[in-house]
């Protein structure tokens, strides 16, 4: 895995929503794959703040995903 990946892309809900083709590919382009440090989902699990999967990086809330 190049270094520019999210140290926790393998294990994010994120990626498993975008397999499974229920997200679109630009989240994981936009953050995931470059360690956007403008990552919400990042940010908080850094800190270990509790966080639903279904909550996109920049924050929102996707009510239609569901693990």
């Known amino acids: 895995m190049p270094k520019s990946v999210c140290k926790w892309y393998l294990v994010c809900p994120i990626k498993y929503y975008t397999d499974?083709?229920?997200l679109d590919s630009?989240?994981?382009n936009n953050y995931c794959l470059v360690a956007n440090p403008k990552c919400v989902r990042?940010?908080?699990?850094n800190?270990?703040?509790?966080?639903?999967?279904?909550?996109?990086?920049d924050g929102s809330i996707d009510e239609t995903l569901k693990v």
Do not use: A, C, F, R
């Not at 990042?42 to 699990?45: N, S």
């Not at 800190?47 to 990086?57: A, E, S």
């Open 47 to 57: 800190t270990g703040q509790i966080h639903p999967d279904n909550m996109l990086p």
């Open 26 to 28: 630009k989240w994981v």
């Open 42 to 45: 990042y940010q908080m699990e």
């Open 20 to 22: 499974k083709g229920l």
